[in-house]
């Protein structure tokens, strides 16, 4: 059992926009910054949201990551075939001193 | 070009012990926190352990605490973790990764490229 929530699959068709959430308590999501990575099945993570919602440079800006309370969600827009992969939040947890990680969530371009 | 290469991982019987490295090139590793992350087979990301900069300050998680030692060797640009009493649930790829902090923690900006550990008799 993950201490972040997410769900674990989501899926769109070509062009379309998803999201992905994030849920978490205070002494993680809520009182600090949330980072999404990207993972290809074989291979090693990815950052691909930081801070909330800062993009490193090589990332599409399809991508968009924003945080309200103890959640924070990540959106892809003009979904494409590339897209596909698992996507875990993650963010420092201050009671457990240490990083928490959702369980991921597997996109799926149909 | 950021690079970290781990290495050390393999089969090993439960009770055993494996030390992990992770050598790092393309950055000034000892400006740099520093972290291990697994995944066991089928699963998701776990975070292991962290070490500050300095190396004088380290975090566990509590499923690895007491058996897992994170360490670093800034003349050799190396992260290590002693792993021992090592058991089947310990199975999986470790990645090593590298945080944008010093001895405050943010986000990973680059991941090693794993070493598998299988706990198995």
């Known amino acids: 059992q993950s201490v972040l929530t997410q769900p674990p699959s989501a899926s769109g068709t070509p062009g379309q926009r998803v999201t992905i959430s994030c849920s978490g308590s205070?002494?993680?999501?809520?009182?600090?910054?949330v980072n999404w990575y990207q993972q290809v099945p074989g291979r090693a993570p990815k950052l691909f949201i930081h801070?909330?919602?800062q993009r490193p440079s090589g990332v599409p800006d399809r991508f968009s990551g924003s945080k309200s309370g103890t959640s924070a969600s990540l959106g892809i827009s003009g979904l494409q075939s590339e897209d596909e992969a698992d996507y875990y939040c993650?963010?420092?947890?201050?009671?457990?001193?240490?990083?928490?990680f959702g369980g991921g969530t597997k996109l799926t371009v149909l | 070009e950021v690079q970290l290469l781990g290495s050390g991982g393999g089969l090993i019987q439960p009770g055993g012990s494996l030390r992990l490295s992770c050598t790092a090139s393309?950055?000034?590793?000892?400006?740099?926190?520093m972290s291990w992350v697994r995944q066991s087979p089928g699963k998701g990301l776990e975070w292991v352990s962290s070490i500050s900069g300095s190396g004088g300050s380290t975090y566990y998680a509590d499923s690895v605490k007491g058996r897992f030692t994170i360490s670093r060797d800034d003349s050799k640009n190396t992260l290590y973790v002693q792993m021992i009493g090592l058991r089947a649930e310990d199975t999986a790829v470790y990645y090593c990764?590298?945080?944008?902090?010093?001895?405050?923690?943010?986000?990973?900006?680059?991941w090693g490229q794993g070493t598998p550990v299988t706990v198995s008799s």
């Open positions: 205070s002494s993680n999501v809520g009182g600090n910054t």
């Open positions: 393309g950055f000034t590793f000892s400006d740099y926190a």
């Open positions: 990764a590298k945080d944008i902090g010093y001895s405050t923690f943010y986000y990973f900006d680059f």
């Open positions: 801070t909330n919602n």
């Open positions: 993650a963010a420092w947890d201050d009671s457990l001193n240490g990083w928490v």
